[in-house]
C-alpha cells in the first residue's frame, strides 16, 4: 500500500516534495477522496426536482472517473511524455 523509501529523505519535509513514491501515494489518495466525494455529491444530486441538475451531475461523474483512468493509465506506462 505504501510506496518503499517512502520517507527516506532527510529532513522529512523534503520527502513531501522530492520523493517520487511520496508525492505519487498523496496524489492518488488525494485522487480518492475527490472521487469519493464526487460520488457522494452525484447521489445527493440524483434527488434534484431539475432534470438539467441531475445530467450536469452525472457528466461530472463520468468526467472525474475520466480523469481517474488517465492517472491510472499515466502512472502504469511511467509518465510518458
Keep these: ?10 529532513p522529512l519535509w523534503r520527502n513531501l516534495f522530492e ?29 434534484s426536482a431539475r432534470m ?8 461530472v461523474l463520468v468526467a472525474i472517473f475520466a480523469q481517474m483512468v488517465l492517472g491510472i493509465v499515466t502512472v502504469m506506462h511511467s509518465s510518458p511524455w
Design 1 to 10: 500500500f505504501f510506496p518503499p523509501g517512502m520517507w527516506a529523505i532527510e
Design 52 to 59: 438539467a441538475t441531475r445530467r450536469a451531475f452525472d457528466w
Design 19 to 47: 520523493n517520487d513514491g511520496t508525492v505519487q501515494f498523496i496524489h492518488r489518495m488525494v485522487g480518492y477522496v475527490i472521487l469519493a466525494l464526487a460520488i457522494g455529491v452525484w447521489f445527493a444530486a440524483r434527488r
